[in-house]
């Protein structure tokens, strides 16, 4: 009875969601709250790392530039989502030429890659679609809804977690958020939708909704050979370009005059 009493319980919390900023609904095992809380553990922990292996740039030129562009997108982020005033907005800018790469973690907490910024000769149009796209991910409770789907997959391990009110930490904590943030991908969906909130998130910053596209279009100049798009959780960079530059014409009637925002302040992990 116990036993069963165990697995309904999971059941049920399998089918809790909550709905993103796009209306769409989210499988949400994990809070966003406990999310935070975890991927701070696990941000703390990467840039330890990090700072051992003096991967941290320390550029003042370079800091200066990141900070500015992530910060007129913070101002207009935590405009629009009240809930993110309080976050530890901050960026580690890592010393990696080789990788094009650039992530926020629940809470605020980003990073981004040398290779990314050197690779593809960004604008800073292009930088600020990049990082709002990375924001977005943190706004729409994308880690939390990793999360659940990596809890998810592994009932056994759920149905265990579930006793707890804190069940990523009952799941390992740190060690999931990691997991998930760093290397469990996005869906498909997630990337769209945070496409579509970045670019209205970087227009109202100030930042070229067109670069969007050009954006992309340096991506796939880089990428490669690619799987098909459907083997992909990525969409494909010329459907991505399409799509973005669809939206583009409407985003840009959130700021016409293209007025940058003001700067939040953004600490630089060094």
Same mark, same amino acid.
């Given at each position: 009875?116990?036993?069963?009493?165990?697995?309904?319980?999971?059941?049920? #919390?399998?089918?809790?969601?909550?709905?993103?900023?796009? %209306?769409?609904?989210?499988?949400? #095992?994990?809070?966003?709250?406990?999310?935070?809380?975890?991927?701070?553990?696990?941000?703390?922990?990467?840039?330890?790392?990090?700072?051992?292996?003096?991967?941290?740039?320390?550029?003042?030129?370079?800091?200066?530039?990141?900070?500015?562009?992530?910060?007129?997108?913070?101002?207009?982020?935590?405009? #629009?989502?009240?809930?993110?005033?309080?976050?530890?907005?901050?960026?580690?800018?890592?010393?990696?030429?080789?990788?094009? =790469?650039?992530?926020?973690?629940?809470?605020?907490?980003?990073?981004?890659?040398? %290779?990314?910024?050197?690779?593809?000769?960004?604008?800073?149009?292009?930088?600020?679609?990049?990082?709002?796209?990375?924001?977005?991910?943190?706004?729409? =409770?994308?880690?939390?809804?990793?999360?659940?789907?990596?809890?998810?997959? =592994?009932? %056994?391990?759920?149905?265990?977690?579930?006793?707890?009110?804190?069940?990523? /930490?009952?799941?390992? %904590?740190?060690? #999931?958020?990691?997991?998930?943030?760093?290397?469990?991908?996005?869906?498909?969906?997630?990337?769209?939708?945070?496409?579509?909130?970045?670019?209205?998130?970087?227009?109202?910053?100030?930042?070229?909704?067109?670069?969007?596209?050009?954006?992309? +279009?340096?991506?796939?100049?880089?990428?490669?050979?690619?799987?098909? +798009?459907?083997?992909?959780?990525?969409?494909?960079? +010329? =459907?991505?370009?399409? /799509?973005?530059?669809?939206?583009?014409?409407?985003?840009?009637?959130?700021?016409?005059?293209?007025?940058?925002?003001?700067?939040?302040?953004?600490?630089?992990?060094?």
């Amino acid at each position: 009875m116990k036993k069963l009493s165990l697995i309904l319980v999971a059941c049920g #919390l399998v089918t809790a969601c909550a709905t993103s900023p796009t %209306g769409r609904s989210q499988l949400m #095992l994990v809070s966003p709250q406990s999310a935070i809380v975890e991927s701070k553990k696990a941000y703390l922990s990467t840039m330890s790392q990090l700072d051992e292996q003096d991967k941290l740039i320390d550029d003042p030129k370079l800091a200066d530039r990141v900070a500015t562009i992530t910060g007129r997108l913070v101002t207009e982020a935590v405009a #629009l989502y009240p809930q993110s005033r309080d976050w530890e907005w901050s960026v580690a800018i890592v010393d990696d030429p080789e990788t094009v =790469n650039a992530w926020c973690m629940a809470g605020g907490r980003m990073a981004v890659y040398t %290779g990314l910024i050197d690779k593809l000769k960004l604008t800073d149009d292009e930088f600020a679609q990049i990082m709002g796209h990375e924001i977005s991910h943190a706004l729409a =409770n994308h880690t939390a809804e990793r999360m659940s789907r990596a809890m998810a997959t =592994n009932l %056994g391990v759920a149905t265990v977690a579930i006793l707890s009110d804190h069940h990523a /930490a009952a799941l390992g %904590g740190a060690a #999931l958020a990691a997991k998930v943030a760093l290397e469990l991908p996005n869906s498909r969906t997630a990337e769209a939708e945070a496409d579509q909130i970045g670019l209205e998130l970087a227009t109202r910053a100030g930042y070229d909704p067109d670069a969007a596209v050009t954006l992309w +279009e340096k991506m796939a100049q880089v990428g490669g050979d690619r799987p098909p +798009e459907f083997l992909s959780t990525h969409p494909a960079p +010329e =459907n991505r370009q399409a /799509a973005l530059a669809a939206m583009g014409a409407e985003a840009r009637k959130l700021n016409p005059s293209g007025q940058l925002a003001a700067v939040h302040p953004v600490t630089i992990v060094r």
